[in-house]
């Protein structure tokens, strides 16, 4: 049980962060803030927070547990803001989508206090953003990937683990590097061509009454382009050297697809798409929860 959570940043993830905690019976009192005052009111309207703070540092006085979920740019001169308010023992996360940044920042940032760190990825979310949007159950069957830094103490690692288990997510520890190769390829990668793909479409003369004719198959496959911008931006650069490494992959399987195409190399298409068809249906199971 913690005595208080100091939530910076009361969007979809912070929110439905407070509010899985609270709905485990994890917290008794949480406190948010948000650059924006409106959101931060919102959020205690919707019974998210308790309490607004008029600062980040004032949002962490006397938490026991601190969570930032601000975009990953903001995150060293988040902590470095908050980092004289921290308790001794205050257990710290970030939720943010890229770990090799976030760790540097945290031991740039934090100091002597780098210990209480553990980085941490919850992949979960929704393409709507917002307080309005967050649900206690956001995190459940869900991985939450954690990267503790060379410096994270191993008992608050283990309360991070056991925080994010009781809320129902299904936790790994590995590296940032390997985290950051990880989700280039899964996640950085697929929101990139997603937001390609849309602009490639859209710019053409009869790109808006093609997008008219769009069915299931073009929904499912653009979903993602919906995607906040800015969070985006920030994902892409953030891990940039991991996301070209993946988009260079890309383009090798791409250019070898259409020259089967061009050269009208059915039997060579044909086993292609069925490499990529059979791998496709080998995840099934791992979306079934």
């Known amino acids: 049980m913690f005595q208080q959570l100091g939530l910076i940043g009361c969007g979809l993830i912070g929110g439905s962060f407070a509010l899985a905690l609270r709905q485990a019976g994890l917290v008794r009192r949480v406190i948010g803030y948000s650059k924006s ?9 919707l019974g998210v927070i308790d309490t ?13 547990l601190v969570v930032l979920a601000v975009p990953v740019a903001a995150t060293e001169s988040t902590l470095s803001a908050i980092r004289h308010g921290l308790g001794e023992q205050t257990l710290l996360m970030d939720v943010g989508s890229t770990k090799g940044d976030v760790v540097q920042a945290g031991l740039r940032a934090l100091q002597h206090q780098a210990g209480n760190f553990v980085p941490a ?8 953003a917002g307080i309005e949007h967050a649900e206690g159950s956001l995190f459940v069957g869900r991985h939450v990937i954690l990267t503790p830094t060379e410096r994270s103490r191993a008992e608050q690692v283990q309360r991070a683990i056991e925080v994010w288990s009781r809320i129902g997510a299904r936790v790994l520890t590995m590296d940032a590097a390997t985290h950051d190769a990880a989700l280039a390829a ?11 793909f849309m602009q490639s479409v859209a710019q053409q003369p009869d790109g808006a009454r093609w997008l008219e004719l ?3 198959g073009f929904r499912d496959f653009s979903r993602i382009a919906a995607g906040d911008p800015t969070v985006w931006r920030d994902i892409l650069l953030a891990n940039r050297e991991e996301v070209l490494r993946q988009s260079r992959a890309f383009r090798e399987a791409l250019v070898s697809f259409e020259a089967q195409i061009a050269a009208g190399d059915a039997t060579g298409l044909g086993d292609a798409i069925g490499r990529a068809s059979r791998a496709r249906a080998a995840l099934k199971p791992a979306f079934s929860h």
């Open 214 to 216: 769009a069915g299931p």
């Open 37 to 45: 005052p409106s959101t931060t009111e919102r959020a205690r309207q």
């Open 186 to 196: 899964v996640s950085h990668l697929p929101h990139l061509l997603a937001f390609a």
């Open 121 to 128: 990825h919850p992949i979960a979310g929704k393409e709507v």
């Open 52 to 64: 607004e703070a008029p600062s980040a540092l004032q949002a962490v006085a006397g938490a026991d």
